[in-house]
């Protein structure tokens, strides 16, 4: 069955930086696109990053253009975020997901926390 499992959060300071990592099992990786989502409390989850199968396209939310980067490794079946410049609005959970077969499936999260 398909299986997301989200690593890599923490708490850090305003300014810094996290790499997220995103393993996934049970289908043909190469074959999906990715994202990243996050929900931060109170408010709706939202999309933050979206990466074709090869990588070679991606896409950002406007709040995180030019300070988080989404990339793969389709030979260890996982994708990344990378976040820098962190702010506390970026405080959330973190989750990757991916649609397939008309279904979409979620991670267990990945609790991101900004704040000095």
């Known amino acids: 069955q398909v299986q997301l499992v989200e690593s890599g959060g923490g708490l850090v300071q305003p300014g810094g930086s996290l790499k997220l990592s995103c393993a996934a099992s049970?289908?043909?990786?190469?074959?999906?696109?990715m994202r990243w989502h996050r929900q931060a409390p109170g408010k709706e989850r939202e999309l933050v990053a979206y990466?074709?199968?090869?990588?070679?396209?991606?896409n950002y939310a406007d709040s995180v253009k030019g300070r988080f980067t989404i990339s793969r490794d389709n030979s260890k079946n996982t994708v990344y975020l990378q976040m820098n410049s962190l702010k506390p609005e970026d405080t959330a959970v973190y989750y990757c997901?991916?649609?397939?077969?008309?279904?979409?499936?979620w991670g267990q999260g990945t609790q991101v926390t900004v704040s000095s």
């Open positions: 990466i074709f199968t090869t990588g070679s396209y991606t």
């Open positions: 997901n991916v649609q397939r077969n008309g279904a979409i499936y």
């Open positions: 049970g289908f043909t990786f190469s074959n999906y696109a």
